[in-house]
């Protein structure tokens, strides 16, 4: 005999039933077999927690795992947007616009580097006959270090002294050039070649949105700071809403997410005169959304077709890339206040690539997928080569620099771990 009413029957079954979902559980799992594997890589290896979380979505994506979609779009192309935001908000809040009045060349250093770095990568991606229309994308990809690679490492190994700011402005700077281009050049792929005027409009266009957006998140912020503690946990809550805010409003607008966080922390770091601690303000939540951003470029990166031709084109453009970054520092290292051999090392640390440079490369197929396939043959699996080897070889300068404070064997991590330094 039954006991209870259908319909009561009915509403437990359905209550009972999980909510969120089996894409949900593997996504829960997925974090937290990187944060351990973060965990684990920094303590017994000595080498920056990314590492391990990259090594952890590089595993899953050659796996065939089907929780992010290519090119990305909707929740995961949200979630890259705010991690990068985040990450480029921190970047600009670091860079002093006065640093270049006082000394030029360090602006002077970042055009080098970039443009050498375009133009390298663009000789040699002729020289494999990869396509004309191929050959400007990934050249614009190449040209973007990460900053959220290079920002992790820094942390993690207790990095600081004139090459690990040097290395993280010039980064930031590439960035933006990069980022500002691909946004224009992504709308155009298809197109045919227009005048100057035509092709300068849309970088004012991006620029100008973007500025605006970054501008009311900087006022807003500012504001908030005004009466609200710096390292208040409800400042924490705040900041990162306001800047997932902006990351939204900026795409729908038709501005750029990371332009727009980037200027803005650029704009709150002028504006506000009180110094703040950012990553004791955003903690753990920010993080998360770091290390979710680097797993899932590691996915993405991982689902990339292998063969002999792709990776000898892969391997000639790291290569290229390279060289062509410690060259330009190199180039206009004179009077820059570094030496010579700081300035090898800035090159060096600027070896990654990762969130920004997938980004670039999602928009581009998002605008033209048959020329965004080709592009992206090329551009994951160094991607994916470079989240990894370029966050050792930034571990790499910064203590052949002699700027951490913390000595290069495993046993110096193995004592409990701040949850931010």
């Known amino acids: 005999m039954n006991l209870l009413p259908s319909d009561l029957l009915g509403f437990l079954s359905s209550w009972m039933r999980p909510t969120a979902g089996l894409p949900t559980v593997w996504w829960a799992l997925l974090i937290a077999a990187a944060a351990a594997a973060g965990h684990l890589v920094q303590r017994y290896m000595g080498l920056p927690k990314v590492v391990g979380y990259s090594l952890v979505g590089t595993v899953v994506g050659l796996a065939g795992f089907e929780g992010a979609i290519w090119p990305l779009q909707g929740t995961a192309l949200y979630l890259m947007e705010l991690g990068v935001a985040i990450v480029l908000f921190e970047a600009g809040g670091r860079l002093p616009l006065g640093w270049f009045r006082r000394n030029p060349m360090v602006l002077a250093q970042s055009l080098a580097e970039s443009g050498l770095t375009f133009a390298a990568v663009w000789w040699t991606l002729r020289a494999f006959d990869v396509p004309p229309s191929v050959i400007a994308p990934l050249a614009l990809i190449a040209v973007a270090a990460s900053p959220a690679v290079l920002s992790r490492v820094v942390i993690d190994i207790r990095a600081s002294g004139p090459v690990t700011e040097r290395a993280l402005a010039l980064s930031t700077l590439n960035t933006l050039y990069a980022l500002t281009l691909a946004y224009v050049f992504a709308g155009r792929l298809e197109n045919s070649p227009q005048g100057f ?49 902006g990351a939204a409003v900026a795409s729908a607008w038709g501005g750029a997410a990371p332009l727009a966080a980037l200027i803005g922390g650029v704009l709150l770091k002028g504006l506000n005169p009180r110094p703040w601690v950012w990553p004791r303000q955003l903690g753990t939540a920010a993080s998360l959304v770091t ?131």
């Open 291 to 421: 290390m979710l951003m680097f797993v899932l470029v590691s996915i993405v990166a991982a689902q990339a077709e292998w063969n002999l031709t792709v990776a000898t084109v892969v391997l000639a453009l790291i290569g290229a890339r390279a060289v062509a970054k410690i060259a330009g520092v190199a180039l206009a290292n004179p009077g820059s206040g570094t030496s010579w051999r700081q300035a090898l090392w800035i090159g060096c640390a600027m070896a990654p690539l990762s969130s920004i440079a997938l980004l670039i490369a999602s928009g581009f197929v998002t605008a033209s997928p048959l020329l965004g396939h080709l592009i992206t043959q090329v551009a994951l699996p160094a991607i994916l080569l470079m989240e990894v080897l370029g966050a050792v070889l930034a571990t790499v300068a910064l203590y052949g620099a002699k700027e951490s404070s913390r000595p290069w064997a495993p046993e110096a991590f193995t004592a409990p771990e701040d949850t931010q330094r």
């Open 197 to 245: 005027m035509e092709n300068f409009h849309p970088i004012l266009t991006v620029l100008g949105l973007s500025f605006v957006v970054g501008a009311v998140m900087a006022l807003a912020l500012r504001s908030a700071l005004r009466v609200m503690s710096p390292t208040s946990e409800n400042t924490s809550i705040l900041l990162l809403a306001i800047i997932g805010a």
